[in-house]
């Protein structure tokens, strides 16, 4: 089998910042027969593989072998009279898989909807929004040993799931392709509507909170998401950029009496504190510099106007991370895979 190999191309339109930076090298996958013998027979020493490029930022041109994950596909697994168990393969398209899971009624992900990005990337880090988060309703996930390419399963234990966080963004970071995840999902969906504007869009529709689908849910999310966040295919971004920082009780007490508006979500661990509050207390919100700067109706997204450079992004972020921790004593942490 060939396997077309483009040289020297553009990742313009691989990555949702829109930075038109190069790559030594890009190959397309469809299988995961296709990967192995790409991984097999390349001749570059560096490869990256690439999803839906919605969580990264290149600052630089990629002096190494691009792999795009294309492999596609929704299965049932198992399936109770309360449950469906589904496998999604990786290079499937999150939203759609949102958009497949609601339209059959299945209830678990409904909150996720409008989530770039593609289904190897969620486990990643273990993404969340409006009060739900992947780790719960996974079961566990194939991915490749990229030294063996031998294929390994991981059930939910050994992920070690936190905020944003799962064993493959730190231990075993590089190491492995996830290939495919499975999923648990209710047939009589119980509604997560608490969290963010969901309630007073709901509202809004004379829909009560109890009679609501969950269609109506993923509804919602679609509305209030494209209020706040811009179309990366209008205006260069990556969704978030950073994480909400999660600060001790004590250094959150202190905070609010300097700052009696201060917002927050308390936790068993501490107090989670909105990134973007910090932000936009600080000024950065709708700040433009040069051709990148933050968004003005969500000021955790930055963005590229037009011509940006992943460098003038990167320096953006690290003026706002240096400037809240002066002003706060918090350090944020990007959620972007800077490279």
Known sequence: ???????????????????????????????????????????????????????????????????????????????????????????????????????NNWGGIENLSLIPGTVGAAPMQNIGAYGVELEQVFVGLEALNLETLKLEYFDKSVC???????????????????????????????????????????????????????KDISDAVIEIRQSKLPNPAVLGNSGSFFKNPTISFEQFETLKQKFPDIKCYEQANGVKVPAAWLIEKSGWKGKRIGNTGSHATQALV?????????????????????????????KLEAEVNVI
């Not at 590229?304 to 706060?328: H, M, P, R, T």
């Open 1 to 103: 089998m060939s396997i077309e190999k483009k040289p020297e191309i553009s990742l313009k339109q691989y990555n949702t910042f829109g930075l038109d930076v190069k790559t030594k090298a890009l190959v397309e996958i469809n299988s995961l027969f296709e990967l192995k013998e790409t991984l097999l027979h390349r001749t570059e020493e560096n490869f990256m593989i690439l999803g839906g490029g919605s969580n990264v930022l290149f600052t630089k041109d990629y002096a190494g072998l691009i792999i795009k994950n294309n492999i596609k596909g929704i299965e049932i697994v198992n399936e109770t009279d309360s449950t469906v168990e589904l496998k999604a393969y990786s290079g499937e398209g999150w939203n759609d898989l949102v958009h497949y899971c609601v339209n």
């Open 160 to 214: 070690e799931f936190a905020y944003r966080e799962s064993i493959f963004k730190r231990k075993l970071k590089g190491l492995y392709f996830i290939f495919s995840v499975n999923i648990v999902l209710q047939k009589k969906p119980k509604i997560s509507a608490e969290y963010g504007d969901i309630e007073k869009i709901l509202e809004k529709k004379n829909i009560k909170k109890e009679n609501a689908s969950i």
């Open 302 to 330: 930055l963005v590229n106007y037009g011509e940006a450079k992943g460098s003038e992004v990167f320096a953006l972020a690290n003026e706002i991370i240096n400037d809240i921790f002066q002003k706060f004593g918090i």
